[in-house]
């Protein structure tokens, strides 16, 4: 078993390599018996439901741990992010500075073999000088956290998460290598708690506490639970769970023969309840061979299995865009929200309505829409009684009354859209949208950054007030979907 490796108390703002030399653990931090096919590596940890910030009640969805990974057919992005420089301007440079850069893995045995070793501290400058100001403060200590995220977008996942533990803190963990297009990334923290809700490219929030490279091929079920063993408290559901690509996909019937296995054994040592409020349960294999186990909190994670939203197409629906709408009404809002904002009698605004996905949801609530758009309305929207269509420019079409929600998935850059919605927030032509923002390939993070830092500073010079939620949902492709809403008056 490795020894985890501890930040020296004595000398907090000059870290060097020696001062990060193997020490036993601490307090605090548990470790797995090591077997002898199948070593268990332990993630350093804290009690789970201290760090595991709650922010929102628990919604249970009708994801079953049983249900295969279904992901869509994806295309993968080969080309490997340049490495990380203060010239790579993917994502705000100083994000990347405070880290180690990251080279890209390219097995997965590379990010096991370097990932799963408990979090140390960099020993950049920058990190150095980071530390510094930290001087004088407890050692802390080093988590890991699993985040699963669209095949494509592990680095602006891992990016966006060390930014948000930044506000908190300065980030003193080496960083784990990213693996591009595994649909999955490991950061590693040091006390900072981090937000779900606020994460764009995360789908899953998990609090790693082992991983196993080489699990035996005969018996894979005795070292995951000897390392679950290790851990403390009971767990309210069990995830087995599998990466969101097309490799992914293949480990869907070998999930779906070791669920019941494991969940037995879990039963019979009274560790599982069915309680949706307790932490769950995640045993997320990448591959047959290797497993990442971890918790996730109820009130801060996503209540789908995998992170993933289901939604099926409504035979009526003219686009499968529809399926975006359909998520994000689920995702941004519960259900007392979705009766209150969302009721028969109200108006709506599509931009970029055709051929009339997110249009028909808003129709199928009662809701009468403008559609503004030079394509045609197709299906049951060409001739819908609540349906008016307008062929003009998105851009230059104003409302002759101010409507309750604007809708908008028309296809420009990022900065152009948020400017028409911040426009029309300002004009006060709606209360509540619900808009796409399309992703560049490259520095999709500053983009988005300027996008709705744009929005959020043109609605506070107004002295609107307002929430703003955004995250790149599982029918989002190379773009995230965004919800504002008109709040109380401050
Ligand atoms: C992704 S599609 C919208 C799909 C639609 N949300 C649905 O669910 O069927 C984008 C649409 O935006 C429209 N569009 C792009 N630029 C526009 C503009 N300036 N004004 C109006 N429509 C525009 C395109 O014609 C296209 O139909």
């Avoid at 420019?393 to 919605?421: N, S």
Wanted: overall charge positive; some cysteine.
């Amino acid at each position: 078993m490795r020894a985890m490796r501890t930040i020296k108390k004595t000398n907090p703002g000059n870290v060097s390599a020696k001062d990060d030399a193997a020490k036993p653990r601490r307090s605090g931090v548990k470790t797995t018996p090591k077997t002898d096919r199948s070593p268990a590596k332990t993630v350093a940890e804290k009690p789970r439901r201290a760090a595991d910030k709650t922010t929102a009640k628990p919604q249970p969805r009708g994801g079953s741990a049983k249900t295969p990974a279904r992901g869509e057919a994806l295309k993968p992005r080969h080309a490997a992010p340049k490495a990380q420089s203060k010239h790579n301007s993917r994502g705000a440079a100083v994000e990347t500075q405070a880290v180690k850069p990251r080279r890209v893995g390219t097995k997965l045995t590379r990010l096991l073999s370097l990932n799963v070793a408990p979090a140390k501290p960099a020993a950049s400058a920058q990190v150095s000088r980071e530390k510094s100001r930290h001087a004088g403060t407890e050692t802390p200590t080093l988590t890991q956290w699993l985040l699963y995220c669209r095949s494509g977008f592990e680095q602006d996942c891992a990016q966006e998460t060390l930014r948000q533990a930044r506000k908190h803190k300065p980030v003193i963990a080496e960083q784990p290598d990213i693996i591009n297009n595994s649909g999955y990334a490991v950061v590693a923290l040091n006390e900072q708690a981090l937000s779900f809700r606020e994460l764009i490219f995360a789908r899953q929030l998990i609090r790693l506490h082992h991983s196993i490279a080489a699990l035996p091929d005969r018996d894979r079920l005795t070292p995951i639970l000897n390392a679950i063993t290790a851990l403390p408290g009971n767990f309210g559901a069990l995830w087995l769970e599998v990466p969101d690509t097309n490799d992914g996909k293949t480990l869907s019937a070998f999930v779906r023969r070791f669920q019941p296995l494991l969940e037995t054994a879990l039963r019979e040592q009274g560790r599982l309840l069915d309680d949706i409020k307790s932490a769950r349960l995640h045993i997320f294999f990448p591959d047959k061979a290797s497993v990442l186990i971890g918790s996730s909190d109820p009130y801060n994670s996503s209540p789908a299995l995998m992170g993933i939203a289901r939604q099926s197409i409504p035979a009526e629906a003219p686009s499968r865009s529809t399926l975006k709408l359909a998520e994000a009404i689920e995702t941004f809002m519960d259900k007392s929200e979705q009766t209150r904002l969302l009721r028969s009698g109200m108006t709506a605004v599509d931009l970029g309505a055709a051929p009339g996905g997110w249009t028909w949801q808003m129709v199928s609530r009662g809701i009468r829409v403008t559609a503004v758009d030079n394509g045609p309305m197709k299906g049951v929207l060409a001739k819908h009684p609540l349906v008016e269509h307008l062929k003009q420019d998105g851009f230059k079409y104003a409302p002759r009354k101010a409507v309750d929600w604007l809708i908008c998935d028309m296809v420009e850059k990022p900065a152009k859209v948020a400017e028409l919605i911040s426009a029309w927030f300002v004009a006060g032509w709606c209360k509540h949208a619900i808009f796409n923002l399309k992703l560049p390939m490259k520095q999709r993070v500053a983009a988005l950054d300027a996008a709705l830092g744009g929005i959020r500073t043109r609605l506070d010079e107004e002295g609107i007030s307002y929430k703003l939620q955004a995250k790149q949902l599982y029918h989002d492709r190379e773009e995230i979907t965004v919800f504002l809403t008109k709040t109380k008056n401050r």
